[in-house]
């Protein structure tokens, strides 16, 4: 009795299975080894990217405060006095705030000296108030001749500090590239869904720097609330309450509100944000997936394993081992790997994955600098949760497997047999029987193998469709927008009061105003053109025939928002308590805008007041336009 419970004593360890591991690693080597590359790899660029996208995403909510990012911002068509500022400070039902200055020029940037122009860049003056921007390289501006642009745009345009580059023909040395807190992205517009780091610059220069330009004067005002909102509702209310206050005072003192924009709505300051948020919850989904598949993998292997030696694990079970210490044997494999896996892909995600994200980042978005914070949910979600996982598939499968008796272990008998439901089948022939009885006993089989197929195909469709789709996109991008060129002006009337006129022969004048469409989530911008019935851009056959209140669509615009022929729609002043209901006369086709045609003629008399001028060319611009700094 005492030798056979120190039998029992010894028995783990004189455990066959056990000293099996290390034999079965150097076996299968290569198999484990593909297995813990690819674990390693997707772990790795997985915990990288939380790390990164952590740290990046802490120092964009830290640096709205150390860089004074602004609550939003608002332009005038005038330069406002001080009494004017103080009223919309805490003026008659004012919200309280505190305003800045934060002009800009909007100017024309050539930055590889060629005389021809590259692109638009807005130029700031140096300021220690408001938006401030974040040193990257080099130093801040100090002379008048002197310049910090946009990394990113520096980047993108193979641009230097020690360069130098031209703004609207005056020469200025890059001393610096620098990121602005409001311009974590290059949106020239609010109203742009993407941007163009190429085509697009943000800069800062001295007082005297900025004194030197000529280009337009935008007169924009940031603010920032006294009382942080807090949360988005209450900062959607503050910012209306703000807007009501704002247009009372600016219409009180002769002046003209030209643009409103809260930092809510400002995709220049939150699409980066909201961005690297989804990558997080996408990199989170896809390591559960792929951890799921191979922890599958792995329970068919030790399902096949378990199979294979079942006389061994019978005997084992004869002898007294138990069903917990078999388990814990099969488990201790791919529970070993995953570990293994999840330490080394760690390591290698917190120093080479972490700067291979942030480099990507970097190329798509214009960043501050960054310090790397300790990320305990890249942990949990690298490491424990794919060892849980790992653990929880292949703990499912084994313990199922080990419901059998000694006796079937030792007759290789694992196949549980189980009465099926008979189907009555029709009264075919032989054959015709004998396929379909084959179908419906394997039809758990033939599902997985039909989503599978499904799956492939659906795949395989996009891989042939995609380059097709943007061949064709490519191929008719320029026939699908009605003109070439563009140009806003903010006044058809230059500074002496006469019309502005252009000597380009292909030139056509029409009317354009942005107005409101609300909707339920977000309000949405629509471009309303008031278009000549002889235009040679806008075809509309019956255009001189329209009544006063009726336009047509676009496209875009009738299948958005589910409209037809006959509909009328509401569309609001953006700055202005003003409606103005329009009667759906037709469709206009050729517009991938959201976008409202209307008569000349009635845009300008007799329906909103369409103020704005814009030219309207095919051909290339040949430096005919007169006084070429007034165009946008």
Not at 127 to 141: K, Q, R, V, W, Y
Not at 191 to 200: E, Q
Request: hydrophobic share 40%; net charge negative.
């Amino acid at each position: 009795m005492v030798r056979s419970v120190a039998s029992m004593r010894d028995r783990k360890v004189k455990n066959p299975l056990q000293k099996r591991i290390p034999r079965e690693l150097k076996g299968d080597w290569k198999k484990y080894l593909v297995v813990a590359l690819f674990l390693i790899l997707t772990i790795g660029f997985v915990s990288g990217m939380y790390v990164a996208n952590g740290s990046m995403m802490q120092a964009a909510v830290d640096g709205k405060e150390k860089y004074c990012l602004e609550d939003g911002h608002f332009e005038l068509n005038e330069k406002a006095d001080q009494e004017l500022i103080h009223a919309i400070e805490t003026g008659e039902k004012a919200v309280p705030v505190t305003v800045y200055e934060n002009f800009y020029r909007s100017e024309v940037e050539d930055h590889d000296n060629d005389g021809k122009s590259d692109g638009t860049i807005r130029v700031y003056e140096k300021t220690e108030d408001i938006n401030l921007a974040c040193l990257m390289e080099g130093s801040f501006p100090e002379t008048e001749e002197e310049i910090a642009i946009d990394r990113m745009h520096a980047d993108n345009a193979g641009i230097q500090v020690g360069d130098t580059i031209s703004v609207s023909e005056q020469s200025y040395q890059v001393t610096g590239l620098i990121s602005y807190v409001n311009y974590s992205t290059l949106h020239e517009k609010s109203t742009d869904l993407m941007f163009d780091a190429l085509k697009f610059n943000v800069a800062m220069v001295t007082k005297d720097g900025f004194e030197r330009l000529s280009g337009s004067l935008h007169y924009t005002y940031a603010w920032r609330y006294e009382q942080e909102p807090m949360d988005e509702i209450e900062e959607k209310k503050q910012s209306d309450d703000f807007m009501r206050a704002l247009l009372t005072q600016t219409v009180m003192w002769d002046n003209e509100l030209q643009d409103y924009l809260p930092r809510y709505a400002n995709p220049a300051v939150n699409f980066a944000t909201d961005d690297m948020g989804s990558d997080e919850a996408m990199g989170g989904v896809l390591l559960d997936i792929l951890i799921a598949i191979i922890a599958f993998i792995f329970a068919v292997t030790i399902s096949n394993t378990i199979a294979k030696e079942s006389q061994t694990i019978g005997t084992l079970r004869a002898s007294g081992y138990t069903k917990g210490e078999l388990v814990r044997h099969y488990l201790a494999m791919p529970v070993l790997v995953t570990m293994i896996a999840a330490v080394v892909g760690n390591l290698l995600g917190y120093t080479v994955f972490k700067d291979v994200v942030v480099s990507m980042y970097y190329n798509s978005y214009s960043l501050p600098a960054y310090e790397t914070i300790w990320n305990p949910d890249a942990f949990i979600k690298t490491t424990v949760i794919p060892v849980f996982l790992m653990l929880a598939v292949n703990l499912i499968v084994i313990i199922y497997m080990m419901q059998h008796t000694p006796l079937q272990f030792l007759r290789r008998d694992l196949k549980k047999t189980r009465r099926k439901k008979t189907i009555r089948l029709p009264k075919w022939k032989f054959f015709s029987r004998f396929r379909l009885r084959i179908i419906f006993q394997n039809m758990p089989n033939y599902a997985v193998l039909f989503a599978g197929i499904f799956f492939v195909m659906v795949m395989l469709a996009m891989a042939v469709g995609m380059p097709s789709t943007l061949k064709y996109y490519q191929d008719h991008a320029e026939n699908l927008m009605f003109a070439k060129y563009q140009y806003v002006l903010k006044s058809c009337e230059d500074e002496e009061g006469q019309m502005i006129q252009t000597d380009v022969t292909d030139a056509e004048q029409f009317c354009m105003k942005a107005l409101k469409k609300t909707g339920d989530a977000l309000d949405e911008e629509v471009s309303v053109y008031g278009v000549k019935d002889d235009s040679k851009y806008i075809r509309i056959e019956d255009l001189a025939s329209l009544k006063e209140n009726e336009v047509y669509l676009s496209r875009p615009f009738i299948e958005k928002y589910n409209l037809k022929v006959g509909d009328v729609i509401t569309l609001d002043e953006k700055y202005e308590y003003k409606q103005y209901q329009f009667k759906v006369a037709g469709i206009y086709e050729k517009c991938q805008n959201i976008a409202v045609f209307s008569d000349f003629v009635y845009s300008v008399v007799s329906g909103p007041d369409l103020s704005s001028d814009e030219v309207d060319y095919r051909k290339e611009r040949n430096g005919n336009l007169h006084d070429e700094d007034s165009w946008l």
